[in-house]
């Protein structure tokens, strides 16, 4: 049995099949899980990049009918049930496999303008988190060190597109730490005048939650001085800014140095290829369209879940993957021992939430609504459940409390590159 794929849905159908009579071989081109919910807090300095990416070796060791393979996977030949994948020494790899699940995610996408990804980071992965902090923290420091009036604004200037939750996390921990986590630590610049701007193309910041909520993230970002730009999209972004262009046309250009990118999903190209061999639909944000099982069209032997398909317009979070591969192992379970399957897949819709900042969060969760200090402690304890290891969860509950009660960011260390060294760097973070 082979899987995809060592983020939610992956991995937990590989730890729900621990009791099934079959070998499962988890195959990932990292070799870690990634708690991707909380990316924006290693970005942003709040926890470091292993709270939140535990080796999938050290989940899994216990689990006897598994094993774990660092590559990536390529191609898929459904009809030689093979899977193709290229080894981290390099070497190519030919998988077979009786039953296959792929869970391979999704990335961001630029809706086109792939030009503006060196410029605009997103948030996919640690490599993403790791240059966005030096993005964000490199900012502080080339303000600190200019004589340049017009650069100095620039550096302290953040755009951030997209105003989904992860923008808004962003955005609300941007403003902390300009406005009081890095304060004291500069002497010829005042970090608290950082110009930070939200820009969102539709006509509010956190759609999908409820209208309430939404207007209580906003009043939340603006008290903390966070300018927003409703109905706006980015037109261009260089390294010198961003154009932006609102409702009715008017463009305006914003000089700034640092840019993240918080707008569109695209899934991984694994979705189009299995789409194009199974005859299966492929949506716009290449997407493949599965049965209510989360079988492929035509091979029930192969199973597809998380954000790279599409199912019941269910959102691109973390609970329809995990919900999946409970599901999937269930189905894989009846299957081994003869039994009869479970009923199509059902999502239960466990509520949205975003952290916005110091006693500032809204949650929609269970049917209960709440913002402020209640809404903060809500979302703890449901991060903190869905924290693989206890010992990540006993550290980053020690992260939170630090960085509530003193306002403090302990993981900030970056490295400063030449120009010429700077896509290298890039490209090993």
């Not at 094993?67 to 009809?79: Q, Y």
Request: hydrophobic share 45%; net charge neutral; aromatic share 6%.
């Amino acid at each position: 049995m082979l899987v995809v794929g060592g983020g939610f849905g992956g991995l937990t159908a590989t730890r729900a099949l621990s009791r099934a009579p079959a070998e499962v071989t988890l195959v990932d081109r990292g070799n870690h899980h990634l708690f991707q919910p909380l990316l924006y807090q290693v970005a942003t300095g709040v926890l470091s990049e292993g709270e939140i990416a535990p080796p999938l070796r050290g989940v899994l060791h216990k689990q006897a009918n598994a094993r774990v393979l660092l590559a990536e996977v390529t191609g898929i030949d459904l009809e030689a049930r093979t899977a193709s994948a290229i080894g981290s020494d390099g070497a190519p790899h030919v998988l077979p496999y009786d039953t296959l699940v792929v869970a391979a995610g999704a990335g961001g996408s630029y809706f086109g303008h792939d030009e503006w990804e060196p410029f605009a980071p997103g948030l996919k992965n640690l490599g993403d988190a790791l240059r966005v902090r030096a993005r964000i923290l490199g900012a502080f420091e080339r303000a600190d060190g200019s004589g340049d009036p017009g650069e100095r604004t620039a550096s302290l200037t953040f755009v951030i597109v997209g105003a989904g939750p992860t923008g808004v996390e962003v955005t609300g921990q941007i403003s902390e730490l300009a406005r009081h986590a890095l304060r004291p630590d500069y002497r010829s610049v005042d970090t608290a005048s950082a110009r930070i701007v939200l820009v969102e193309a539709g006509d509010t910041v956190l759609a999908g939650f409820p209208e309430g909520l939404q207007r209580r993230a906003a009043h939340d970002l603006d008290q903390m001085g966070v300018e927003i730009r409703l109905s706006s999209t980015a037109t261009n972004i260089d390294p010198d800014g961003v154009d932006i262009t609102d409702a009715d046309g008017a463009k305006e250009r914003i000089a700034c140095r640092t840019v993240i990118w918080a707008a569109g999903v695209q899934a991984s190209p694994l979705a189009r290829t299995l789409g194009e061999a199974a005859g299966a639909e492929v949506d716009r944000a290449g997407r493949i369209a599965v049965q209510a099982d989360c079988t492929l069209p035509g091979h029930p032997e192969v199973f597809a879940i998380g954000d790279m398909v599409s199912l019941d317009h269910l959102p691109g979070v973390a609970q329809p993957a995990i919900q999946e591969g409970h599901y999937v192992a269930k189905v894989i379970r009846a299957r081994l021992g003869g039994d009869d399957p479970p009923p199509r897949f059902k999502y239960r819709d466990k509520g949205t939430m975003a952290v916005i900042g110091r006693n500032r969060a809204v949650v929609d969760a269970f049917g209960v609504k709440l913002g402020g200090r209640p809404a903060l402690l809500a979302w703890a304890v449901i991060h903190i459940a869905y924290l693989v290891g206890w010992g990540n969860r006993f550290v980053t509950l020690l992260r939170w409390f630090m960085a509530l009660a003193f306002r403090s960011r302990g993981e900030r260390a970056f490295a400063v590159a030449r120009p010429d060294r700077a896509a290298a760097v890039d490209d090993r973070a």
